[in-house]
C-alpha cells in the first residue's frame, strides 16, 4: 500500500485541531504487532505533539480527529466523555430496510480476540439508524452511535439483520457484482474478486466544539472504493 502524503487528507485545520479524511486500510494508531505505519506516525512527522483524539478501526475510513497541543487533546476528550460529539457515518449493508431514526440499545463487551459481542452484562451502547438509499439487495444507512464502544456500528447493525457488506467478522458477506449483474462473464481462469475489499463503513462527518466554544462539522467525502459501491448499486435499485 502506497502511503498517502499527510497534507493531502487535511479537512480542516486551525492552531488547536487537525480534522483529516482516513483512508482505509491504515490504522490511527500503533497496533499490537511491530512498527506499521499509522495516522499518528504521519502526523508526527509534521506535529510534534499531535495526539489522535479517537480511532476509527483500520477498514473505516473518514472524518478523524487530532489536537495539536494538549489542552485542546483535553478540551475534546471531555465532549467525546460527555457524548457531545457528534459522529456520522454511512455503511452499506445486506438487505433492503426502511428505517426512519431508528434507536438500537444494545449492550456490548470486548472478548480477548479483538472481537465484541453483544452481551446482556456488557456496556450500553446506543446507535440512531435511518435509511438515505435502497436498491435491489441492499441499503445505504446513516448511523449515528451515540456511545463509542468498539465495533459499535457492526454490531448493531448485524443485530438489525442489515450487516455491513464485506464485514464477515460480523455477518457480511462479500461483495461480488456477479450477484446482480446478469450477463456477468469472467474470462478464463480468472476468479472474481469482492468489488469492496473491506467493509463498507464510512465516517462521513465529525461536529464538535473549538477551543473557542464555536461548533465545527467537517464533512469527509467517500474515498473511491466506496464511492464506486455506491455509485454501482445506484444501478441496480
Not at 426512519?100 to 480477548?112: A, D, F, K, M, N
Not at 457492526?154 to 464485506?166: E, F, K, T, V
Not at 466554544?213 to 454501482?232: C, H
Amino acid at each position: 500500500m502506497k502511503l498517502p502524503d499527510f497534507q493531502d487528507l487535511i479537512l480542516f485545520e486551525d492552531e488547536d485541531y487537525i480534522v483529516i479524511n482516513k483512508p482505509p486500510f491504515l490504522a490511527t494508531l500503533d497496533e499490537r504487532f511491530g512498527g506499521a505505519p499509522n495516522i499518528l506516525r504521519l502526523a508526527r512527522e509534521r506535529y510534534d505533539d499531535v495526539q489522535a483524539c479517537h480511532r476509527l478501526d483500520k477498514e473505516t475510513s473518514g472524518s478523524l480527529a487530532l489536537a495539536k497541543n494538549p489542552a485542546a487533546y483535553r478540551h475534546l476528550a471531555m465532549q467525546f466523555e460527555d457524548r457531545k460529539v457528534k459522529k456520522v457515518y454511512h455503511a452499506a449493508a445486506w438487505g433492503v430496510h426502511e428505517y426512519e431514526g431508528l434507536r438500537v440499545e444494545r449492550s456490548i463487551e470486548t472478548t480477548t480476540k479483538g472481537k465484541a459481542r453483544l452481551a446482556f452484562k456488557g456496556k450500553p451502547a446506543v446507535t440512531l439508524v435511518r435509511t438515505l438509499e435502497t436498491y435491489a439487495k441492499h441499503t445505504l444507512l446513516e448511523c449515528q452511535p451515540i456511545t463509542g464502544r468498539m465495533h459499535q456500528i457492526r454490531l448493531h447493525l448485524a443485530y438489525l439483520q442489515a450487516p455491513i457488506i464485506g464485514d464477515t467478522m460480523y455477518g457480511g458477506e462479500e461483495f461480488y457484482l456477479s450477484s446482480l449483474k446478469k450477463k456477468f462473464n469472467m474470462k478464463e481462469g480468472e476468479e472474481e474478486q469482492p468489488f469492496i475489499k473491506r467493509f463498507a463503513l464510512h465516517a462521513a462527518s465529525l461536529t464538535f466544539a473549538k477551543m473557542d466554544g464555536e461548533s465545527i462539522t467537517i464533512e469527509a467525502p467517500y474515498p473511491k472504493d466506496f464511492r464506486v459501491l455506491v455509485d454501482t448499486l445506484r444501478q441496480y435499485q
